[in-house]
C-alpha cells in the first residue's frame, strides 16, 4: 500500500513516580486511561495502524488496548531511539510515515498532529518534529537550529552546553517520520551519550547530516503536549481537559454557571441555551436537548437522552433514563433504566427500584403524567400517559393510560391518644 502513516505509541514505561501498582498509562485521565487516548487521538488524525510498545506491566496496557493495537516488546529500556528498533519488524517494506506518540501524553490535540502529518507530507521532510516555545524549558530536550532557522538536531537537557540550556524551543517528543528514512538512520543511533540510551532525537542530525529534509511544527496551545509523570499532574491535566471540554460547550451556545465546577466527559452533546448549574457531572455520550436545565448537583450518567426543555434538578441521579421534551425530575431523585414521555412531572424523591440483586429492569412512563412525591417504581413496570400517582405510593403493577393509582396504607388517627 502506497503512503499509509502508522504511529508508534511508546508505552513500555515504568512511570515511578505515580507510586503506584499499576502501570501509569493504565491510569485514567477524566474517565479514561492515559494510553487509551492516545491512541483515540491517532485514530482521530486518520492514523491506519497503531503499535503499540509495550514492557512494563505490559499485560495492563494490553488488556486496556484490546486488538485495536498491535504490540512490539521492549524488554529493557534502553532509550526511546531503542523503543522505536523494536518496531522495525511492523515497519519493513511499508511506505508512508510513521508517527511517534508518548503513551503519556493524554491531551494532545488530534488536530495538532494532523496539522503535523500534513505539513511533513507537503513539505517533503523526513522528519517533522512537534516544538513548543518555554519559558523555563528545563529537563526537555532543546532545538537546535541554524542562522536560517532549519533544524539542525536535538540536544538532550543532560548533554546540552550551557549555551545550549538557555534555548527555549523544546522537543515536545512528538514526531512524525518517513518510514524507510527512520529505519536507516536507526541502525546509525549510538547510546554514546550522558544517560547511555539510544536516543530516537539523534536520528534528526543522522537525517540531516545525509541532507534529507527536516522540519518543525511549533504547537500554539502548550497544555497539549505536556506529560503525566506523577498524581499532580495527572490532576492538572485532567484540569486542563475539563476546561477545554467546558469552553468548547460555551463556544456553542451552552451556559456553564461555573466553569471549574461542572464535570462534562467527552463526546456529551448539549443544545443551545441549555443552562448547567455547579457541581454537574455528565458522563460521556449523553445528549442533552435545547433549553434544558441541569442541576445543581445532578449526576447525568452514561446513556442518558434528553430532549428540549427537559429539567434535572439537584440531587437527581439518572442513568440510561431516556426523557421526553418538557419533562421535570427537579429534586432527590434516582432515575435509571427507564423511559418518560413528554411533559411528565417526576415528583421529589421518586425512585426505581431497577436492580434486584441480579438484573437491571426497566420502567416506562408515559407522557402528561404525574408522579406524585416519594414513590418506588418497582421495576420492571409501566405507566401509560396521563397518569397520577399518589405520594408515597410503591407501584408494582402496571397503571394504565388515564388512571390514579394509590399504593401506600391508609391513615389511621387515633384521637385525643397523645394527651393520655
Ligand atoms: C524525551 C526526548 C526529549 C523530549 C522529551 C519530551 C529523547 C532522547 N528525548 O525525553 O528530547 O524533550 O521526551 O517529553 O527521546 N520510553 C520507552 N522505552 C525506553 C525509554 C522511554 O518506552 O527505553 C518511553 C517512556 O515510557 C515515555 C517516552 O518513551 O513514554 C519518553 O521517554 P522519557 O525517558 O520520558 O524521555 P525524556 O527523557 O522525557
Ligand atoms: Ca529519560
Redesign the pocket.
Known amino acids: 500500500m502506497e503512503n499509509e502513516v502508522i504511529a508508534v505509541v511508546?508505552?513500555?514505561?515504568?512511570?515511578t513516580r505515580m507510586k503506584s501498582n499499576k502501570s501509569?498509562?493504565v491510569h485514567k485521565i477524566y474517565g479514561k486511561e492515559l494510553v487509551t487516548r492516545v491512541v483515540e487521538t491517532a485514530k482521530k488524525a486518520d492514523v491506519n495502524e497503531i503499535i503499540a510498545?509495550?514492557?512494563?506491566k505490559k499485560e495492563q496496557v494490553e488488556e486496556v488496548l484490546g486488538d485495536s493495537v498491535k504490540y512490539a516488546y521492549?524488554e529493557?529500556?534502553?532509550?526511546?531511539?531503542?523503543?522505536i528498533m523494536q518496531t522495525t519488524k511492523f515497519l519493513e517494506g511499508r511506505k508512508g510515515k510513521v508517527v511517534v506518540l508518548?503513551?503519556?501524553?493524554p491531551i494532545l490535540r488530534p488536530e495538532t498532529l494532523k496539522n503535523l502529518i500534513q505539513k511533513s507530507i507537503n513539505n517533503k521532510e523526513y522528519a517533522t518534529l512537534l516544538t513548543a516555545i518555554y519559558d523555563n524549558p528545563t529537563?526537555?530536550?532543546?532545538i537546535l537550529r541554524d542562522e536560517g532557522g532549519n533544524i539542525k538536531g536535538?540536544?538532550?537537557?543532560k548533554d546540552a552546553t550551557e549555551e545550549q540550556k538557555e534555548i527555549q524551543e523544546?522537543?515536545?517528543?512528538?514526531y512524525c517520520f518517513d518510514i524507510q528514512e527512520l529505519l536507516l538512520a536507526l541502525k546509525e543511533i549510538r547510546p554514546n551519550?550522558a544517560?547511555g540510551?539510544?536516543?530516537?532525537?539523534?536520528v534528526i542530525k543522522i537525517m540531516n547530516d545525509k541532507g534529507l529534509k527536516t522540519g518543525a511544527v511549533i504547537v500554539e496551545d502548550n497544555t497539549e503536549?505536556l506529560?503525566v509523570?506523577d498524581r499532580l499532574q495527572l490532576e492538572m491535566l485532567t484540569r486542563i481537559l475539563r476546561l477545554r471540554i467546558n469552553q468548547e460547550h460555551m463556544k456553542n451556545g451552552v451556559t456553564i454557571e461555573d466553569i471549574n465546577n461542572t464535570y462534562i466527559y467527552d463526546d456529551v452533546t448539549i443544545g443551545t441555551d441549555t443552562v448547567i448549574h455547579p457541581n454537574t457531572i455528565i458522563k460521556s455520550g449523553v445528549t442533552i436537548g435545547e433549553d434544558c436545565e441541569i442541576g445543581p448537583n445532578a449526576y447525568i450518567r452514561e446513556g442518558c437522552k434528553l430532549a428540549n426543555k427537559v429539567k434535572v434538578g439537584s440531587f437527581v441521579e439518572i442513568k440510561k433514563a431516556i426523557i421526553g421534551e418538557g419533562t421535570k425530575v427537579p429534586h432527590l431523585s434516582y432515575m435509571g433504566d427507564c423511559e418518560i414521555g413528554e411533559h411528565t412531572n417526576i415528583g421529589c424523591g421518586t425512585i426505581t427500584c431497577n436492580y434486584d440483586g441480579f438484573n437491571k429492569s426497566k420502567t416506562v412512563i408515559g407522557k402528561n403524567s404525574f408522579i406524585g412525591s416519594n414513590t418506588n417504581l418497582v421495576a420492571p413496570v409501566n405507566l401509560g400517559d396521563n397518569t397520577f400517582v399518589a405520594a408515597g405510593s410503591t407501584i408494582t403493577d402496571d397503571v394504565p393510560s388515564d388512571s390514579l393509582a394509590i399504593a401506600r396504607q391508609r391513615q389511621t388517627n387515633k384521637e385525643g391518644w397523645n394527651k393520655r
Not at 510498545?53 to 512494563?56: D, I, M, N, R, S
Not at 508518548?102 to 501524553?105: A, E, I, R, S
Not at 523544546?170 to 512528538?174: D, E, K, L, R, S
Open positions: 511508546l508505552a513500555a514505561g515504568k512511570g501509569k498509562l510498545v509495550v514492557g512494563y521492549q529493557e529500556m534502553l532509550g526511546t531511539g531503542h523503543a508518548n503513551g503519556d501524553v529537563g526537555y530536550g532543546r536535538i540536544v538532550e537537557q523544546i522537543n515536545a517528543g512528538i551519550n544517560q540510551e539510544y536516543y530516537l532525537t539523534d503536549i506529560g509523570n
